[in-house]
């Protein structure tokens, strides 16, 4: 028996096809939306976790300014208790210093060399005295340039020939000088200087210095 379809075949598998397109269509369209989701998700979990370091760094960089203020401060600090550190150490020590002025000019003045005024400002000796010959005088400068621990830069500011009586009150030729020298403090001598240095009996000074 032969079977014959009067039904509109054709548009039926048109209508079908559209369908089926349609059908991909949105199928397409729904996972695009989905990748899309997807993708945004993951960039707000990436931002967010962006953001997240960003808060920890901005928390250790304020943490760590404070430490450097600390820090700061307790240099401020350290450098003010060596600043009066060093004060005290300059008192204590200028305060032993004409002793040991008094006992280097005794031991560097020569035979024949008599002082008669020494004057202090600061590390800067004025000194004036008397000579019986200018190698004395020389002698003198050598002995505070290269001699002494104490004293340095010897530099004759004036030597003149007088006449003075002698014991017998007879003349004598006589050379009067004025010298400028300079006194070191203890950290520029070498070590042991000022344990090689005792102070000088007061008589012997003056007896130097007569």
Not at 128 to 152: D, H, K, M
Not at 159 to 171: D, F, L, M, V, Y
Not at 181 to 208: D, I, M, N
């Amino acid at each position: 028996m032969i079977l014959i379809n009067l039904l509109p075949h054709r548009e039926e598998k048109r209508r079908q096809r559209k369908r089926a397109f349609f059908v991909g269509l949105g199928a397409a369209a729904i996972g695009g939306l989905v990748v899309v989701g997807l993708w945004y998700s993951v960039l707000q979990q990436m931002i967010s976790a962006q953001n997240s370091r960003n808060e920890f760094l901005k928390a250790e960089i304020t943490r760590l300014d404070g430490q450097i203020r600390d820090i700061a401060n307790l240099q401020a600090e350290i450098k003010a208790l060596r600043d009066r550190q060093g004060a005290v150490e300059n008192l204590q020590t200028d305060r032993n210093l004409p002793v040991h002025l008094m006992d280097e000019l005794v031991r560097q003045t020569p035979e024949g060399v008599y002082l008669t005024a020494v004057r202090q400002n600061g590390q800067l000796i004025a000194v004036t005295g008397i000579a019986q010959s200018n190698e004395r005088v020389a002698e003198f400068l050598r002995n505070t340039a290269y001699n002494s621990p104490w004293l340095e830069k010897p530099e004759l500011a004036e030597i003149k020939s007088i006449t003075a009586a002698g014991p017998n009150r007879e003349q004598r030729r006589m050379f009067e000088f004025s010298m400028r020298v300079t006194l070191k403090r203890p950290q520029a001598q070498a070590p042991g200087a000022a344990a090689s240095a005792p102070a000088a009996p007061a008589s012997a000074a003056v007896a130097k210095s007569s």
